[in-house]
C-alpha cells in the first residue's frame, strides 16, 4: 500500500525548473509535517525542505536546507495533505532521487530522516549541464 507517493520528476538542463508533487492521503491535516529528501548514488538522505500546519499555527511554518534556500519552494494544499516542492535554477549537482515523507501528529517541522514514518518511492531529477 502505497502511503506517499511523488510525481514530477524527470530531466532538465542546467538553470532550468522542475516541480515536484506529493500526496499523502488519509491522514489527518492537522499537526502534518510533509517534506522532501534527496539522495545521490554513495551519498546520505538529505533533508532539503519542509512544512508544517500544527493546530495552533496560522499559516504553515517552511524549513530550508541552505544548499536549496532561494532556489527551491515547498508549497501544500494542507486540506488534502499535497505538498509541492518548485525547484528552480536547477544544477547537475541537483540531480539525485527525490523522496516525499510524511509526519502526521507532528509537533513542529524539521529535515531530519528519523522524523518521518511515511515515505514515498521517489522520483529521479537529473540536471545536465
Known amino acids: 500500500q502505497v502511503q506517499v507517493a511523488e510525481s514530477g520528476g524527470g530531466s532538465v538542463q542546467a538553470g532550468g525548473s522542475l516541480r515536484l508533487s506529493c500526496a499523502a492521503p488519509?491522514?489527518?491535516?492537522?499537526?502534518?509535517?510533509m517534506a522532501w529528501f534527496r539522495q545521490a548514488p554513495g551519498t546520505e538522505r538529505e533533508g532539503l525542505a519542509a512544512?508544517?500546519?500544527?493546530?495552533?499555527?496560522?499559516?504553515?511554518?517552511?524549513y530550508y536546507a541552505n544548499s536549496v534556500r532561494g532556489r527551491f519552494t515547498i508549497s501544500q494544499d494542507n486540506a488534502t495533505n499535497t505538498a509541492w516542492l518548485q525547484m528552480n535554477g536547477l544544477k547537475p549537482e541537483d540531480t539525485a532521487t527525490y523522496y516525499c515523507?510524511?509526519?502526521?501528529?507532528?509537533?513542529?517541522?524539521?529535515?531530519?530522516?528519523?522524523?518521518?514514518?511515511?515515505w514515498g518511492q521517489g522520483t529521479q531529477v537529473t540536471v545536465s549541464s
Open positions: 512544512i508544517y500546519t500544527g493546530i495552533y499555527t496560522d499559516a504553515p511554518i517552511t
Open positions: 488519509g491522514y489527518p491535516s492537522s499537526r502534518m509535517c
Open positions: 515523507a510524511a509526519d502526521p501528529g507532528a509537533d513542529n517541522g524539521a529535515l531530519d530522516v528519523w522524523r518521518y514514518t511515511l
